[in-house]
Nanobody, 117 residues
Framework: QVQLVESGGGLVQPGGSLRLSCAAS????????MGWYRQAPGKERELVAR???????NYADSVEGRFTISRDNVKDMVYLQMNSLKPEDTAVYYC???????????WGQGTQVTVSS
C-alpha cells in the first residue's frame, strides 16, 4: 500500500505562483511515474504533468511553460511549481503514483487551488 499526502494548495491572485508537494509513504520497492492531475467543478479529471523515474516529463498543453514538475527519489516526493497562474487553473489537484511490482496506481486526497482576484 502507498499513502500520498499533498500540500501547498491555497488561494492566489492571477499571475501568482504556488508550489504543490506530495509525499509518498508505505510499503513499496520504488516509484515509477509520479504525476499531478486536476479536476475543476463540472469537469473530468485531467492530467497536468507527469514525471518518470528517470526524469522524463510531459505536460498538458494548457500548462506547458508555466508549470514545472520535479521529484526527489530519495524522499519519495513530487512537486509542482505553478507560475503565471490563471483563473482557469482553479481546481482540486491530485497526486498520482504507480510503483514497481504492484498493480494499479494510487491517489492522494487532493488539494484545492483557487486562482482569483
Amino acid at each position: 500500500q502507498v499513502q500520498l499526502v499533498e500540500s501547498g494548495g491555497g488561494l492566489v491572485q492571477p499571475g501568482g505562483s504556488l508550489r504543490l508537494s506530495c509525499a509518498a509513504s508505505g510499503s513499496f520497492f520504488s516509484i515509477n511515474h509520479m504525476g499531478w492531475y486536476r479536476q475543476a467543478p463540472g469537469k473530468e479529471r485531467e492530467l497536468v504533468a507527469r514525471i518518470s523515474s528517470d526524469g522524463r516529463t510531459n505536460y498538458a498543453d494548457s500548462v506547458e511553460g508555466r508549470f514545472t514538475i520535479s521529484r526527489d527519489n530519495v524522499k519519495d516526493m513530487v512537486y509542482l511549481q505553478m507560475n503565471s497562474l490563471k483563473p482557469e487553473d482553479t481546481a482540486v489537484y491530485y497526486c498520482n503514483v504507480d510503483v514497481r511490482f504492484q498493480p494499479g496506481d494510487y491517489w492522494g486526497q487532493g488539494t484545492q487551488v483557487t486562482v482569483s482576484s
